[in-house]
């Protein structure tokens, strides 16, 4: 399991990227009828907000993306 925390201070369990997306869009205000297209909102919001790219061909690439633009943050992985 691996902790994550959000710009704002959010912390998420998740076990994979597929699971952290899904706990993303049950905690952020958009609105979407599935992951893919949870993924696609929140990618142009970072691009219309920061002007930041990020992919969304699928949740490890997005959830990398997230990370790597300091929208998400590692804090511990936890082996079990």
Request: glycine share 4%; proline share 1%.
């Amino acid at each position: 399991m691996t902790i994550y925390v959000t710009r704002q201070g959010t912390k998420f369990n998740a076990d994979s990227a597929t699971e952290l997306v899904e706990k993303l869009q049950h905690q952020e205000s958009i609105s979407s009828n599935s992951l893919q297209d949870f993924m696609n909102q929140m990618a142009k919001r970072c691009q219309t907000e920061d002007g930041v790219a990020i992919r969304t061909l699928d949740p490890e690439i997005f959830i990398a993306d997230l990370i790597q633009n300091d929208y998400l943050s590692v804090i511990d992985v936890i082996d079990g």
